[in-house]
């Protein structure tokens, strides 16, 4: 089997074929390469519905974890102006998340990046640029992780095992570079796309309840540094209905640490 046969792409496994921010994901070419039986690549667009098969062939890369609980992630910040909200809606119902930052993001912000760790929310890594991996060299690759790595653990005083990339694109390179780094990539199984435009809190949770169901890794956004203006408002109103419904179908919330993800 070839390289690019055998080739599954992190935006497949995760939905996220489709859109993918509208930033130019043609034309990048495949960067497959195999790792522990794992490859990855780059799809082209409107490769999606294909949750099931990627949930049991990779379940740990696409976040499936224990059924009766769902993980909730949030990317792009920390951002003084959007993170705080969603900080309270978690502290009024008592709930921890995952918070993967963006190295650009914690050097303008490190003491709410030190606030989301004291808070108890788990801190995972995006990188420090946000740009796609695969369009990268293998050394600008490595160089963003381990800066981002390094980076977010001084600044919130844990080490960081969990690392998204952004786009939810992997490259060969990245993938040796985290396993270096004791880094295990997550993606997600749902998310709010409210980075589309004239998202409304609404549209955000009919999205992400559209695959909601125990096991799931949820994906909102507490920045618009990589979204529309209004964006991570939107997916903040979505947030309470969320939790809501997550407690209607009686179904945990929490970190991905808690998450039951399995063994490598
Ligand atoms: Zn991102």
Request: proline share 8%.
């Amino acid at each position: 089997m070839t390289r690019k046969s055998a080739g599954i792409s992190a935006a497949r496994l995760a939905g996220a074929g489709r859109g993918l921010k509208g930033r130019g994901f043609k034309g990048l070419g495949i960067t497959g390469l195999g790792l522990a039986g794992l490859a990855v690549a780059q799809a082209g667009p409107g490769l999606t519905g294909l949750g099931p098969v990627r949930r049991a062939l990779f379940p740990r890369l696409a976040g499936e974890g224990d059924p009766g609980h769902v993980a909730l992630t949030f990317d792009d910040g920390p951002d003084p102006a959007a993170t705080p909200r969603f900080l309270d809606i978690l502290a009024d119902r008592q709930l921890r998340a995952t918070f993967f930052l963006l190295g650009e993001m914690v050097t303008r912000a490190p003491g709410l990046a030190a606030e989301l760790s004291a808070a108890g929310h788990e801190i995972g890594v995006h990188g420090f640029a946000h740009r796609y991996l695969v369009a990268r060299g293998p050394r600008a690759a490595r160089d963003d992780i381990r800066r981002a790595t390094e980076l977010i653990g001084n600044a919130t005083g844990t080490r960081p095992r969990l690392f998204r990339p952004p786009y939810g694109v992997l490259s060969g390179p990245a993938l040796v570079t985290l396993r270096g780094l004791g880094l295990t990539p997550v993606l997600w199984g749902t998310w709010g796309q409210e980075w589309l435009p004239g998202a409304t809190p609404a549209a955000v949770y009919a999205r992400l309840v559209s695959r909601l169901h125990g096991g799931v890794t949820v994906l909102l956004h507490d920045s618009d540094c990589n979204s529309p203006p209004g964006a991570s408002r939107a997916a903040a109103g979505a947030l309470p209905m969320l939790l809501d419904e997550c407690g209607r179908r009686g179904l945990a919330v929490g970190p991905l640490a808690e998450h039951g993800l399995p063994a490598r």
